[in-house]
């Protein structure tokens, strides 16, 4: 697995060993040796290291918020969440926009209108302590149903679709019934952007 | 590792295999196989299994908010966050509060006053797709300096510790500027429960 072009040498960072503990399509973990800026004595981490992935905040025409509904296995639970996906292919310059919309196409049978926009809200890391994963924000403004309806991979099971007005996102968010880091990062940026005023 | 308590067979959820593929002191990866409500035919995940934690979101007695400003492995950056930590003992009914406070005292260098309150925010799940790991968000009003101060973990590097305005916050959230899960989770339950209006 390629390492992400921010992780690199520079500004008292020195990477001095780097052995594979393990590794399988989707996870490798890895001790690392690391000198940082107050510790030139490196120490060992323990990192795990994935592909970078995209949210997309997908809104309606009319103003509303499209959430899925997926089973997640490693907490056993099927959550409200915005739809996201990883970045297959991390040398395609257009990634991070080409994902996006085909998650939202994928996961929410919805597509970007003629006078849609694709905004970047930054990116987030999940775990910070414990992985280089993270996470591209993206709000889809002016989103209509795609022809064919969602195409989701066969490897996740989304039972649902469903737009949210944004008085129902909010209390989904206040209440815990949204409780996933993408959706949780993506309201955070929106609500600090002044991008949810009704 | 123990296991934590919401993994369990319920709902249509059944484990009918578990592989340990990798273990260190901070990590366990699994392989399960595992039933889900719509998949009754046992599929194969990769799951790494983590501890739980705690962030906790530290409020002067004037209102501001104390962030700390952490080395981060493997990002290989220094960010701004709130305070946050592993819970060691799981089996303590009090781990979740306990732990807040010791975070609170040992990265912030603050303790809740006689007034203080410590307020729940919920959990969330950093990668939900990926790792059990779950984090308890604590917020507490009314924080004042600790006798002796900050007293970090030898394993970390917190640089800096600093008030910020709510202004401050929310522009640092909407920069980009505070980029971790932990920080941006905590951030959006208290906009949508309107506990962060001036």
């Known amino acids: 697995m390629r390492f992400h072009d921010f992780i690199h040498d520079s500004e008292g960072w020195r ?18 040796q690391i000198a940082t800026p107050t510790r030139p004595v490196p120490l060992t981490w323990t990192v795990a ?3 970078g992935a995209v949210v997309v905040v997908p809104v309606t025409v009319d103003g509303k918020y499209l959430l899925v509904r997926q089973e997640r296995i490693p907490i056993r639970a099927t959550i409200w969440e915005f ?3 990883q970045i297959d292919d991390a040398n395609d310059p257009d990634a991070v926009r080409a994902t996006g919309l085909r ?4 996961e929410a049978g919805h597509e970007l209108s003629t006078n849609g926009e694709l905004t970047s809200l930054g ?9 280089d994963e993270h996470s591209h924000l993206l709000l889809a403004r002016g989103v209509i149903p795609a022809e ?7 490897a996740e ?6 737009a949210f007005s944004l008085a129902e996102l909010t209390a989904m968010v206040a209440s815990g019934e949204i409780r996933d880091a993408n959706s949780l ?6 609500s600090a952007l002044g991008l949810m005023n009704p």
Do not use: W
């Not at 990062?185 to 929106?190: D, K, L, N």
């Open 49 to 51: 290291h994935r592909k």
């Open 103 to 106: 998650e939202l196409h994928e």
């Open 185 to 190: 990062a993506a309201y955070a940026r929106m």
């Open 83 to 85: 739809p996201a996906g």
């Open 157 to 162: 099971a989304i039972t649902e679709c469903r």
């Open 123 to 131: 990116i987030f890391f999940p775990s910070s302590g414990f992985t």
């Open 148 to 154: 064919g309806g969602a195409q989701p991979d066969a």
């Open 15 to 32: 990477l001095v060993g780097d052995e594979v503990l393990f590794a399988n399509p989707y996870l490798e973990v890895h001790r690392v």
